[in-house]
C-alpha cells in the first residue's frame, strides 16, 4: 500500500483511538513517546530525561505527514485498513 496523503487520511480517520507507546534508554538518556490517533491527526507525547540534574522534558506535538507516514509504516499491521489499496 501506497501511503499517499489521501490514504494516510484515511488511515487516521479509520483508526481514530489507536494508541501506542515505544521507549528509548540510551546511556545518558530515557523517552518514552506515546503516540495517539485523534481527530484525524497524530497526536505524540514525548516524557523522558537525560543524565543532567534538570533535564526532564514533556513535549505535546502533531506529527508533520512525514512523522505520521513513518509512523503508520511501523505499525500498518496493528490498524484497520479495511478496503483501502
Given at each position: 500500500m501506497r501511503l499517499t496523503k489521501d490514504v494516510i487520511q484515511k488511515l487516521l480517520d479509520m483508526n481514530e483511538g489507536f494508541e501506542k507507546t515505544t521507549n528509548f534508554v540510551d546511556r545518558n538518556f530515557?523517552?518514552?513517546?506515546?503516540?495517539?490517533?485523534?481527530?484525524?491527526?497524530?497526536?505524540?507525547?514525548?516524557?523522558?530525561?537525560?543524565?543532567?540534574?534538570d533535564s526532564r522534558f514533556d513535549n505535546n506535538t502533531i506529527a508533520d505527514?512525514?512523522?505520521?507516514?513513518?509512523?503508520?509504516?511501523?505499525v500498518?499491521?496493528?490498524?484497520?485498513?479495511?478496503?483501502?489499496?
Open positions: 530515557r523517552e518514552t513517546n506515546h503516540y495517539l490517533i485523534k481527530g484525524g491527526k497524530l497526536l505524540v507525547r514525548s516524557v523522558g530525561k537525560t543524565s543532567w540534574s505527514i512525514d512523522q505520521t507516514r513513518r509512523f503508520l509504516k511501523k500498518i499491521d496493528a490498524l484497520k485498513t479495511d478496503g483501502i489499496k
